[in-house]
């Protein structure tokens, strides 16, 4: 089991950025995040295949956010900006061995999650 560990969750004020950071224990077909907000279902965010070094975006996410990362470090970041309230929320960090998806359930690894908090 390939273990996530997140960081870089805070509290920030609207029009702020923020990068946040995942490390996994080991090797993955990708890596990428979700988020969590209060009352919401947990909705993709982006997601890295480091076999083609694509990345992908959930739906309105691509204009705040960007997905980066280093294969041979096994790390992934996610560069916010502009950051609203709406963006409140637990962020995790996820991995697979085989494959992705823009579901929860196409990701078999996750971290505990990092929270960030945009303050209006």
């Known amino acids: 089991q390939v273990q996530l560990v997140e960081s870089g969750g805070e509290l920030v004020q609207a029009g702020d950025s923020l990068r946040l950071s995942c490390t996994a224990s080991g090797r993955t077909f990708g890596m990428g995040w979700f988020r969590q907000s209060p009352g919401k279902e947990r909705e993709f965010v982006s997601a890295?295949?480091?076999?083609?070094?694509?990345?992908y975006y959930g739906e309105f996410m691509k204009d705040q956010f960007t997905i980066s990362g280093d294969n041979a470090e096994k790390t992934i970041f996610l560069q916010m900006t502009n950051l609203k309230p709406d963006d409140t929320g637990v962020y995790f960090c996820?991995?697979?061995?085989?494959?992705?998806?823009?579901?929860?359930?196409?990701?078999?690894?996750w971290g505990q999650g990092t929270q960030v908090t945009v303050s209006s």
């Open positions: 890295i295949i480091w076999i083609t070094g694509n990345t």
């Open positions: 996820v991995g697979d061995p085989s494959g992705w998806g823009r579901r929860a359930v196409n990701w078999d690894y």
